[in-house]
């Protein structure tokens, strides 16, 4: 096997999270182009439908299903509905998440507080948990856990910490899971991004241009990341070119990180 050969995902499924736009959307084009089916989840259908579309060109078979991964029953149900419809899953990538709400910690309440966990961290829990079975029946598996620098570090200027905790919490459970799993064939590993330009960060920006202008002179390599990016480090954790990787959290940040 070639050193390319190492990266392609000929004959492989891959399920990813929040796969309809912004960085989940990326991946799922970087894995069709080598070669793999997809199974793309979000909350919203005609975005979904949309992508599909787009990607109907490269000849993979592309399935979509619409759920708000949030709901830890919803995100349950979703994961029979994949096992269902397509049998086997062999890369998953737990993708969905995000702040959505600026709720300072002291307003946050219990019920604010889990819904933010629950669509961070135990969305992936769950669905690690339901498509994992089959890998480690199959002794072949990665799952790909979308992280975020903010798991190690407070972002200036934002309040409420709900997405920094489940983000930190996703990296230990990404450390746990690999070391569970290991020695059945399973890598679980996960991705750190710094600040990529999303639909999502456009909002941010919008509503706050001082915070767009801080964050952007705190990146070393002076710009903010594109989500075609940050593809091509998910492709490698998804194939056998990361076979001996696991446990790792991979940074991708511009250099953010380094001050």
């Not at 070639?2 to 891959?14: C, I, M, P, T, Y």
């Not at 890998?135 to 903010?150: D, L, P, Q």
Request: with cysteine.
């Amino acid at each position: 096997m070639s050193v390319l050969d190492k990266f392609r995902l000929d004959g492989r499924r891959a399920v990813v999270t929040g796969g309809s736009r912004g960085l989940g959307r990326a991946v799922a084009q970087a894995f069709a182009e080598a070669g793999a089916d997809l199974v793309l989840v979000g909350r919203d259908a005609a975005a979904l439908t949309r992508a599909q579309g787009e990607l109907a060109p490269l000849g993979r078979d592309v399935r979509t299903f619409a759920a708000d991964l949030g709901d830890p029953a919803a995100a349950d149900a979703l994961c029979t509905a994949v096992l269902d419809a397509v049998g086997r899953v062999d890369v998953l990538v737990n993708n969905v998440g995000g702040r959505r709400e600026n709720v300072p910690l002291e307003d946050a309440t219990p019920e604010t507080w889990r819904r933010y966990l629950d669509l961070n961290l135990t969305s992936a829990v769950v669905c690690t948990r339901r498509f994992g079975a089959g890998m480690r029946a199959r002794r072949w598996g990665r799952v790909i856990n979308i992280a975020s620098i903010a798991g190690g570090v407070a972002f200036r200027g934002i309040h409420g910490r709900h997405y920094e905790t489940a983000k930190a919490a996703l990296v230990g459970f990404t450390r746990a899971a690999a070391a569970d799993w290991a020695a059945d064939g399973v890598t679980v590993n996960a991705v750190a991004p710094g600040v990529f330009l999303t639909d999502a960060n456009r909002r941010w920006f919008a509503e706050k241009p001082e915070w767009e202008q801080e964050i952007r002179g705190r990146i070393p390599l002076g710009r903010f990341g594109a989500p075609e990016e940050l593809a091509p480090l998910a492709l490698y954790l998804a194939g056998e070119a990361s076979a001996y990787v696991t446990g790792a959290v991979l940074t991708i940040d511009g250099g953010y990180t380094l001050w």
